[in-house]
């Protein structure tokens, strides 16, 4: 059986908890796809839930606002 350490957090919680959020933020800013969609995945997102969501918040820029 799996233990999902991420179950119930936030897309911000998920990523501070793994260290990752200034490198997720540095991403979105530089419109740098692959490495948020890395990033997303290493917190538990499927591949289809980090794709969406990453595409989502490049589509506006002020979406990701709050990561910075």
């Known amino acids: 059986m799996s233990v999902q350490k991420y179950m119930g957090m936030s897309l911000t919680d998920r990523l501070a908890q793994s260290g990752s959020l200034e490198a997720f933020s540095k991403a979105l800013r530089e419109k740098d796809e692959a490495t948020a969609l890395a990033l997303l995945i290493n917190v538990e997102f499927t591949h ?4 969406d969501t990453v595409k989502s918040l490049l589509l506006d820029p002020n979406s990701y606002r709050n990561f910075s």
Not at 48 to 51: V, Y
């Open 48 to 51: 289809e839930q980090a794709s």
